[in-house]
C-alpha cells in the first residue's frame, strides 16, 4: 500500500460488533462459520481506502490477506510497452491475497480501489492462525486459490500467444522483405536492360549489319535464351573465368569488360568463343553487340529473380497456412545446391551492401532430397541472414555442401545431404550458446533480432528428420545441417 493509504482511517477490531458479522455473513469463504468461530478475526485490521488508492503493488511479495466488506477494487496490470490492462474486478465479500503468500510468487498485478472501500486486513500470522483452526475456511481459501492460479495461467498463456503472434508476424515481415526488395531492385534493372538493348537495336540498324552479323546475333541470343539459370560454380572456378574474360575483353578494348563479364561466363561463355563473334564484328560493333548480349541474359537472369522472388513469397505464405491449419504436404523433389543458391540470389543485395566475400563449394552429383515438408528456404535464410548480420563490412562467408553415408540409426544405412554455413564473425558469446535455439532468444540488438530465426531453422530440420550443430568462437563460427535424403516423416 502507498503511504497516504496508510493514513487513512484504520483501526483494530478489538471485537466483534454485530455490524460487522452481518457483513462478514456475506463472505463466501466465511459463509459457513458461527458466531462464536467469527471472533477468531477479532485482532485483525480495518481499513478504509478512497479511490484510487493502491492496495497492492505489481511486482511486490504480498504479506496480508484481504476480505473486501464493501466497495469494489481493480486488478490490473502494466504491460512493458506502458500500457495499464484491467485484469479483473473485485467486489463486495471477495476475500484475496493468498496465492502471494502460499506461492511466494510476486504478485502478478496490482489492486487498487474503484471507489471508497473498506477491507480487513490479516497479517501472515493471522492468515495461518484462521487456516488452522477453520477447516471449512481452509478448504474454501485452497479452493479460491486454485482457481485464481488456473485464470492466471491462462491470461498468462494467452498473453504469450499474443505476443508470439506479434513476433511471428514481424518474422514474417522479415521473411517477406527480402524477395519483396529483391523483385523490386529486379523489375528496376530489368527496365533498365530493356531501355539499353532498344538503344542497341536502334544502332544496329543504323549500321545495316550484314547477313553474317545476323546470323551471328541470331546464335548468341538461342544461347543465350537456352540458358534457363545461370551456371553453379564453386567460387575459385568462377573467379578465375571471370578474371580470364574480362582481361580478354580490355585487350580487345570492350567497354565496362570487368562489369559484363560476370554475366557472360554465367551461361558459360569464354574467351575462345567470343574470338569466334569477333569475326564477325570489328571495332566499336564487336562492344555494342556484346553490350547487347550482357544485357539480355542479364535481364532473363532478372526475370529469373522475380519469378523466384515471387515463388518464395508464395511459399512463405503457404507455409504459414500450413502451420496454422497443419496440412500434409506433398512428396517433391529438391536439389539442395539449387535451393542454396537461389537463396543467394535473393539475399544478393544484402551481401553487396557489406561488400561481402561469399566462397561456395557445392559437392557435384549430390542425391536429390524427398520429402513431404517444406520451409527449407528458410534454413539457408535464417542462417545466411545471421551470418551477414554478423561479419563486418568486406567480411566472408562460406557455404559448402557434401554427401555422407551414415551407418547408424534403425533405418541402416543412408545418405546425408550435409550444409555448413560459416563466417568470420565476433562469434556467439559463450554465454549464450546454451540458449541459441530457445523460441524468442536473440544476441541481436533490439530491433534487430526477432529471436526466432534459429528456433524455426531448428524445428523445420527436425521436421525433415535432420540435426543442426554449431561451433563458435571470435573468428569463426560454423553451421552444419545433416539432412537424410529421403525422409519419409509426414511434416
Not at 250 to 278: F, H, Q, Y
Not at 369 to 392: F, K, M, R, Y
Not at 404 to 418: A, I
Request: hydrophobic letters at 40%; charged letters at 25%; glycine letters at 6%.
Amino acid at each position: 500500500m502507498s503511504e497516504q493509504t496508510q493514513i487513512v482511517r484504520n483501526n483494530i477490531v478489538e471485537k466483534m460488533t454485530q455490524e460487522l458479522v452481518t457483513l462478514l455473513r456475506k463472505v463466501p469463504i466465511l459463509s459457513s462459520l458461527k458466531d462464536d468461530e467469527l471472533q477468531c478475526l477479532e485482532g485483525v485490521r480495518e481499513i478504509n481506502v478512497d479511490s484510487g488508492e493502491a492496495i497492492a503493488r505489481q511486482g511486490e511479495i504480498e504479506h496480508f490477506f484481504w476480505i473486501l466488506l464493501d466497495g469494489e477494487l481493480r486488478v490490473h496490470q502494466i504491460q512493458p510497452d506502458g500500457r495499464d490492462i484491467t485484469l479483473s474486478t473485485i467486489e463486495s465479500g471477495i476475500a484475496f491475497g493468498e496465492l502471494p503468500i502460499l506461492t511466494h510468487v510476486p504478485n502478478a498485478g496490482a489492486v487498487e480501489s474503484i471507489r471508497p472501500s473498506r477491507l480487513l486486513q490479516l497479517d501472515e500470522d493471522q492468515f495461518w492462525g484462521l487456516m488452522t483452526r477453520c477447516p471449512e475456511v481452509r478448504k474454501a481459501i485452497l479452493s479460491n486459490m486454485a482457481y485464481r492460479f488456473q485464470k492466471l495461467q491462462s491470461v498468462t498463456v494467452q498473453q504469450e500467444k499474443m505476443a508470439s503472434l506479434g513476433t511471428l508476424a514481424a518474422g514474417l515481415m522479415h521473411e517477406l522483405n527480402n524477395p519483396g526488395a529483391a523483385a523490386r531492385r529486379a523489375a528496376q534493372q530489368l527496365r533498365e536492360n530493356l531501355m539499353r538493348m532498344h538503344e542497341l537495336s536502334l544502332k544496329f540498324k543504323e549500321r545495316d549489319l550484314t547477313k553474317e552479323q545476323k546470323h551471328c546475333m541470331f546464335d548468341l541470343q538461342k544461347q543465350a535464351l537456352t540458358v534457363k539459370q545461370p551456371l553453379m560454380m564453386n567460387s575459385l572456378e568462377q573467379s578465375d573465368a571471370e578474371e580470364a574474360l574480362a582481361e580478354w575483353m580490355e585487350s580487345a578494348k570492350i567497354d565496362n569488360a570487368w562489369k559484363m563479364a560476370p554475366t557472360l561466363v554465367s551461361i558459360g561463355m569464354d574467351a575462345k568463343e567470343l574470338e569466334r563473334v569477333r569475326n564477325d564484328f570489328d571495332g566499336p560493333l564487336l562492344s555494342d553487340a556484346l553490350s547487347w548480349l550482357e544485357a539480355l541474359i542479364s535481364s532473363m537472369q532478372l526475370v529469373g529473380t522475380i519469378e523466384e522472388s515471387i515463388g518464395r513469397v508464395t511459399d512463405l505464405v503457404h507455409a504459414v497456412k500450413s502451420y496454422a491449419y497443419e496440412g500434409k504436404g506433398q512428396k517433391q523433389t529438391i536439389d539442395i545446391n539449387d535451393s542454396i543458391h537461389a537463396t543467394l540470389v535473393i539475399l544478393a543485395h544484402k551481401l553487396r551492401e557489406k561488400e561481402i566475400v561469399v566462397e561456395k563449394n557445392f559437392g557435384p552429383d549430390l542425391p536429390p532430397l524427398h520429402s513431404e515438408c517444406t520451409g527449407l528456404n528458410q534454413i539457408w535464410t535464417n542462417l545466411l541472414d545471421n551470418s551477414i548480420d554478423a561479419v563486418p563490412q568486406h567480411g566472408l562467408i562460406r557455404v559448402r555442401t557434401w554427401a555422407e553415408k551414415n551407418n547408424d540409426g534403425p533405418g541402416g544405412s543412408h545418405t546425408e545431404l550435409c550444409i555448413s554455413v560459416s563466417d568470420n564473425g565476433s562469434g556467439i558469446p559463450l554465454e549464450s550458446q546454451p540458449q541459441i535455439f530457445d523460441p524468442f532468444y536473440t544476441t541481436k540488438p533490439v530491433g534487430v533480432g526477432t529471436g526466432i530465426g534459429l528456433g524455426i531453422v531448428q524445428r523445420i530440420v527436425e521436421q525433415y528428420g535432420g540435426v543442426i550443430r554449431f561451433s563458435s568462437e571470435p573468428g569463426n563460427t560454423e553451421f552444419v545441417v545433416r539432412l537424410p535424403s529421403d525422409t519419409e516423416k509426414h511434416c
